[in-house]
């Protein structure tokens, strides 16, 4: 079991950074494949990146690829989404989700996914 609380959202003009923080409590991270998802109003959830037990690999949605990418503060408990040249259309409400594993998988689909976060804004301008 894992809780997850995501903070770190706001307000950034287009072409900014920002940084999101994961933090959780419960077992460490390296008991979970994870993920970051976004939901903009009236859209589908939608896959941004994820990573297996193993930080070696990420698998990027395309739209963020070369743009977002992940690190971890493993003292503090802590996975954090840093997002550069960000752009209006990755406005949305970000989701932070774990996924016990046993192995070395790494999965696109929100339903692989067992314990979330409650989101937090990320808006922006143009």
């Known amino acids: 079991q894992v809780q997850l609380v995501e903070s770190g959202g706001g307000l950034v003009q287009a072409g900014g950074s920002l940084r999101l923080s994961c933090a959780a409590s419960?077992?460490?991270?390296?008991?979970?494949?994870m993920g970051w998802f976004r939901q903009a109003p009236g859209k589908e959830r939608e896959f941004v990146l994820a990573?297996?037990?193993?930080?070696?690999?990420?698998d990027y949605a395309d739209s963020v690829k070369g743009r977002f990418t992940i690190s971890r503060d493993n003292a503090k408990n802590t996975v954090y989404l840093q997002m550069n040249s960000l752009k209006p259309e990755d406005t949305a409400v970000y989701y932070c989700a774990a996924k016990e594993s046993t192995n070395y998988y790494i999965w696109r689909s929100a339903n692989e996914y067992d314990y979330w976060g409650q989101g937090t804004q990320v808006t922006v301008s143009s």
């Open positions: 419960g077992r460490t991270f390296s008991s979970y494949a």
């Open positions: 990573w297996s037990r193993s930080e070696g690999q990420i």
